[in-house]
């Protein structure tokens, strides 16, 4: 048996061998639809695992409130949204007497204001600009400090024009320079810079850069005093959110006036539910991509029926000489199989390829994580073989039904 499989592959890669350019237009179809499997999960792998340790690095037991609805959104506010009342400093203070929440990180914003920073010659833009508390540091993960020092309760009180910079800002503006002590531009005000972030772990492109520029609280009220915009993140003890976030719900819909009938005019989300939320967009590109790809499979299982039932026409003599010395239904019909199967295998392979390839360009040049998981390897493979197998029985059933005496005859 093991001696008869040999035989029938060496027959299907001399069959290759006779007909390259024939076999390589035939198994296009079903190259495109292996490498476009590659290419996507490969991306997808990286972009799950840079999405999630970004969402994760704020912190495993925080959750961060808003005025608006959170998650993965592409349309607009709707007029809900945008009739809601802005989040209070005090709304934020009251937070800390919830029993489960272990520390509150305020933070004020500017209202649609595209933030900039400037040291001399050199500017950096699209800043994550704000003003918080020093339990900024203590409520995010992500807020490990490179060098120097965070903001403190005296620069709050005595609204000190101080900041701390993200990593990338400092390498922007102080490629040579150590930027402790240096004076900074943002936004048109004049800013000490004490402390400089290490940059977070996750992101891509442009995510992966660390653009904040921190200020105290009462400095930025200080500089804008008609903006209201705040966001909260707050802490719960461990193994305590979901009683923290019940417990910050109850809180603001007190604050907030929210009749019992009426749902909250704010958004609490966990880094669980963002990540959540960022899975069921995923579940869509992968949906996508299943259908791009079984077309490029189908339409390549296809293309290799349509030249094996040629084959087989064209081999009729050669099956009827076969049939004659003695070969049975089940060796023709593995034969054509096996024919069938390599073929659609080969493309398989050179699917895996060029989908690999296609796979690492992509991600140096977007600057993104790109992994082609073994198991893409695997299904790409398999579904190829597989291929050639489902569309291979037709013609091979045709060819081992053939009467020799008939194929013998056959010009």
């Given at each position: ?161 101080v900041t701390v ?206 992994v082609v998981p ?23 059933l045709k060819a ?12």
């Open positions: 048996m093991r001696h008869d499989y040999r035989e029938n592959l060496k027959l299907a890669l001399d069959t290759l061998r006779t007909h390259k350019l024939r076999s390589f237009l035939t198994i296009v179809g079903v190259v495109i639809g292996v490498m476009i499997i590659i290419v996507v999960s490969g991306l997808l792998a990286g972009f799950n695992t840079t999405v999630t340790e970004a969402i994760t690095g704020y912190g495993a037991d925080t959750a961060f409130i808003s005025k608006f609805e959170q998650g993965f959104r592409t349309g607009r506010l709707t007029e809900e949204e945008r009739k809601r009342k802005d989040l209070t400093l005090e709304e934020g203070q009251a937070l800390e007497d919830a029993p489960d929440v272990k520390a509150v990180a305020i933070s004020i914003f500017p209202d649609n204001e595209t933030s900039s920073v400037r040291y001399k010659d050199q500017e950096v833009t699209a800043l994550d600009f704000r003003g918080t508390f020093p339990a900024f540091a203590e409520v995010y993960a992500n807020a490990d400090l490179k060098e120097g020092r965070f903001l403190s309760d005296g620069d709050n009180e005595h609204k000190r024009e910079i993200g990593e990338s800002v400092a390498k922007a503006l102080f490629p040579n320079v150590d930027p402790i002590g240096k004076m900074v531009i943002a936004n048109g005000h004049e800013f000490e810079v004490i402390g400089v972030f290490e940059l977070p772990k996750g992101g891509f492109g442009m995510n992966n850069e660390d653009r904040r520029v921190v200020i105290p609280y009462y400095t930025f009220r200080k500089l804008y005093p008609n903006t209201t915009f705040h966001g909260y993140r707050i802490e719960a003890y461990p193994k305590r959110l979901d009683a923290a976030v019940d417990e910050a719900r109850v809180i603001l819909r007190r604050a907030r006036k929210v009749p019992y009938d009426k749902l909250d005019d704010f958004s609490i989300q966990t880094s669980q539910q963002a990540i959540e939320s960022f899975y069921a967009v995923l579940a869509g590109v992968a949906l996508a991509m299943l259908v791009l790809s079984s077309i490029g499979l189908m339409i390549g299982g296809v293309g290799v029926m349509n030249i094996m039932l040629v084959s087989v026409t064209e081999r009729t003599r050669e099956i009827g000489v076969r049939k004659a010395i003695g070969a049975r239904r089940g060796d023709i019909t593995w034969q054509f199989l096996f024919e069938a199967m390599t073929l659609t295998g080969i493309g398989g392979v050179m699917g895996i390829v060029l989908g690999w390839l296609v796979t690492i360009g992509l991600g140096a040049a977007l600057d993104w994580r790109a073994i198991w893409a390897v695997i299904v790409g493979f398999t579904v190829s073989v597989g291929i050639g197998l489902v569309f291979g029985v037709w013609p091979a081992a039904r053939l009467d020799p005496v008939v194929a013998l005859r056959y010009e």
